[in-house]
């Protein structure tokens, strides 16, 4: 599979799985837009893969909307947690998380529509989560987040279809990346465990692979998912979850 001259765009790509899904499409020769609010660590991710950097804040999506985006394959992958009670989950927090992991990515598809449907081509792919399938207790926002995210993606998928544009999420478990690892002690603090007891038996404990998923395996189901061979596959989730949805 050749991207060549394809332009990608993807979101939270200074780290983690966006890291991982923006070297994966350069490697297919794609020219990819590194969009993270990190400049800096966007700024090494770009020049690690030969693409650009692109410092935004995803959140301000008022702002957001007033820009003018083209691409065609967008990674919606940028996200954060927040770990609390629903008593205790702060409004604002709440409504912050879901502009930049809802919000954000609806803004970003209207933005790129336009070009994808005058090229008859396109890619949207949403890093959705397990959580955007199961939900968690103290994870309010996220799993909102999440599962909405899948909804926008069904919705994009059929009016898109007539115009060679796919949206699909990829659903994965629990995976090595900044986010899961800087959970660990907000975890630990509400269940009353040790570190390591909350990925042996928080994290881990409704999966049947027991391990985390690597970054790498979620950026070749975003690439699968531009391939040739996945023309017809839309409106759908890909899960990489070890097993957990199956139990």
């Known amino acids: ?25 350069a490697g297919l020769g794609a020219h990819v837009v590194v969009c993270d609010i990190d400049a800096e660590g966007a700024a090494r991710a770009a020049a690690g893969i030969g693409g ?60 790129v529509l336009p070009g994808m449907y005058a090229r008859g081509w396109g890619r949207i792919v949403h890093i959705s989560s397990i959580h955007g399938l199961r939900a968690s ?4 926002a996220y799993v909102s987040a999440k599962h909405g995210l899948l909804g926008l993606s069904k919705v994009l998928a059929l009016e898109g279809a007539a115009h060679g544009v796919t949206s699909n999420c990829v659903c994965p478990g629990y995976v090595r990346t900044p986010l899961v690892e800087n959970q660990l002690a907000d975890q630990a ?29 979620v950026a070749g189901a975003v690439a699968y998912l531009c ?12 899960v990489l979850d070890g097993g957990w949805s199956a139990s």
Request: aromatic letters at 4%.
């Open 189 to 217: 603090a509400v269940h009353g465990l040790s570190t390591g007891e909350v990925l042996s038996e928080v994290l881990l404990a409704r999966s049947a692979v027991k391990r985390l998923i690597e970054p790498g395996e």
């Open 52 to 111: 650009e950097a692109l410092s935004i804040d995803l959140s301000e999506t008022g702002v957001l909307a007033e820009r003018a985006f083209d691409a065609d394959i967008l990674v919606n992958n940028a996200g954060v947690q927040h770990v609390a009670p629903v008593e205790r989950f702060e409004p604002e927090r709440f409504a912050a998380m879901t502009r930049l992991m809802l919000v954000a990515p609806f803004v970003l598809s209207r933005a």
């Open 227 to 238: 391939s040739p061979e996945a023309a017809s596959v839309s409106g759908t989730e890909l």
């Open 1 to 25: 599979m050749s991207l060549s001259g394809r332009r990608a765009l993807v979101t939270g790509a200074a780290s983690g799985i966006g890291l991982a899904v923006a070297t994966r499409l």
């Open 137 to 140: 207790a103290y994870k309010s």
